[in-house]
């Protein structure tokens, strides 16, 4: 075969690309600070890749086009590490971490002592070996002693540098840290992993731990993993750090992700502030921590500190309350929604996790029950993550009662009797009986009155609850019919309140097309969608003789989308209870359609915008009015049709998911430069 010699300056280049993509890279990567644009590097990268088929004898372990290895393992080889990766001793409050700042200040006969506190990262701790500056082995943490060789999968992960930066490179050198899943990255896997039917992960943990204990490469790589190095292990002629404090400023030096949260705290009670801090934090982070690690700053005082067999005495974990627990499921109940749709719902053995009482879980739908087969009576582990409805994440079946019988979705809908129809596959089940279904009646009213759709306060479940079982509100439209007698006469009300109610319903009169279309709970027209109808046909009237061709033209509508809203439109009973929110005095203010149709007034025309994070200048709702005058729309979610992702202080997970998708990214000055342009 032929093989082409490179000159000297296609070597030349092929050492400039390397440099330049992993500069880009360590910015994009590690500093969170991009130099180009996503094309721009993903071209340098096709030019290195080229240029490396061509010359093969030019491709070295460490260029960044040799993170996927190619053939599969056959095992694990063990490796025995050169110096030992300890647990942590663990505090479960602030008396716990007290006692360790005192037996710290008594063994070293001082009075103040600098820590810093660092997140603990629920993940897995690996080692990572450097010889000459080169990675050359990625292992587990195994027993502490020995672990696994996983070379093959820690170069898959982008962050992790093939080879250091800086000036600084010792002969030899480990590097301590923690690989973990993204929780977008964890939901994402268990959501392909359920449409193929194989089992879900746990937690993001697991799903870590799964994809790095993988022979081959190819699937790692796929996985979105990711790490934050905190340590240093054996360094071999190089400058060891005078502080932990410098140990992370080294590590990041070198081109390692350091965890942004770490922070020097001079005493204790400085370090609960941060531990209460970063526990507020928990839930908007974009990857799962279960505590607070504080380590002594000062490495002379770690020396003299020393270790117990198993931890330093330098260092405490302060774990987080657990988002995990187990309890028992008392009773599998089917509730239908808005839409008719049936979902499971486990009511449980009430049971704390991470401080908040769990009484209920979902279960979805009936085949997630079946895959889990979870039954009344079982022992179960569920999990509680943010703002995430609790779920179960599987049963413990040891415990399972002998008498127990698999769940069985009922035939009828438990609400009103009527036929259950199996869509997708049979995974949906969804009642037939439409608005005669008083399930279906309250979840319309309850949205129809909801803040984002016509804002009637003081409707709540049990008013709804009450008016629709006795017969006084049958749709939407019967709210306008309500007096302050009718009222008056349901259990609990008197007549100040009553009077609020007709006030309040009084005042949801008048509102805005995009609300009220929200408001009409046409199936999968949420609020985002909701507006952008309103945008693009200005009128109730031209929307509802609209068809499936029409509304696909618009780029957000697919042919699911376009075929509710045509099949809501085309029933009778639909359009009879619109007409008579209208007749009863709902109104909003027709737009200048000629004004707003200019494109000299929409510079930001069909522009897709998301928000992350906090802005300083102006609230979410003032900037997304901002960006709606100028023609665009903002999105509550990240996708592929995103055009801009406005960052603002403490991002949540969409930023990494902007990153993940290549979108452009604004922080809030760029995003201001982009309004006044
Ligand atoms: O397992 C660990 C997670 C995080 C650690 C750790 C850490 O610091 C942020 N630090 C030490 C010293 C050890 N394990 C032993």
Redo the contacts with the bound molecule.
Sequence with gaps: MFMPTPCDWDKRHIKELRHLINEYGYAYYVLDQPLIADFEYDQLFKELEDLERKYPALITPESPTQRVGAAPLKAFAKVQHKIP????NNAFDRNELERFDQRIKEQLELSEICYIA?P??DGL?VNLCYQGGILIQGATRGDGQVGEDITHNIRTIPTIPLQLRGENVPKFLEV?G?VYMPKTAFYQLNQEGKLKGERSFVNPRNAAAGSLRQLDSKITAARSLAIFC??IGEIEQGKIPISQYRVLIQLKEWGFPVSPYSQLVCDISACWTYLEKLLGLRSQLPYEIDGV?L?VDDLTQQNNLGFTAR??RW?I?YKFPAQEASTQVLAIEVQVGRTGILTPVARLDPVSVGGVVVRNATLHNESEVQRKDIRVGDKVLIRRAGDVIPEVISVILEYRPENSTPFAMPQCCPACNSEIIKEQQGTIARCSGGLYCPAQQKGTIRHFVSRKAMNILGLGEKITNQLIELGLVKNPSDLYQLTIEKLSALEGIGEKLATRIVDRIEKSKETTLSRFLYALGIREVGETTAQLLAKEFRSLTALMISDEEQLQKIPEIGPVVASHIVGFFCQNHNREVIYKLQGGGVFWVEVDINKERNPNHLPLLRQIFVFTGTLSTMTRNQAKEKIQTLGGRVNNHVSSKTNYVVVGTQPGSTLNKAKELRVAILDESQFQGLLEQ
């Design positions: 990766l300890r647990s942590l660092e603990k990262l701790a301590r923690e905190y340590g690690v380590k931890a330093p260092a974990a």
